[in-house]
């Protein structure tokens, strides 16, 4: 992510996807990189953890378009 800088982070999928939507009708372009907060392991999954805050979203845009992505995401 060397010409991106991070705009966004989150754990919940829907916001995620509000974010990139606003953006891309904006003209926009946006990278999500997805990561895990915790060792899944075999199963995919870990008693008493819910599944849905299981990954965490980290939303880029170009350096040049950031300026612009604060704009309309305020």
């Known amino acids: 992510m060397l010409f991106k800088r991070e705009i966004f982070i989150t ?3 829907k ?3 509000r974010i990139r939507d ?3 009708t904006k003209g926009i372009r ?3 990189k997805i990561g895990s907060t ?4 075999k199963y995919h999954g ?5 599944s849905e805050s299981s990954y965490e979203y980290r939303i880029f845009v170009k ?5 612009k992505a ?3 995401l305020k």
């Open 38 to 41: 915790f060792n899944q392991g």
């Open 22 to 24: 606003i953006l891309g």
């Open 30 to 32: 946006t990278t999500v």
């Open 11 to 13: 754990r919940d999928l």
């Open 46 to 50: 870990t008693p008493g953890i819910d």
């Open 70 to 72: 604060v704009f309309f």
């Open 15 to 17: 916001l995620m996807h």
């Open 63 to 67: 350096r040049k378009d950031y300026e």
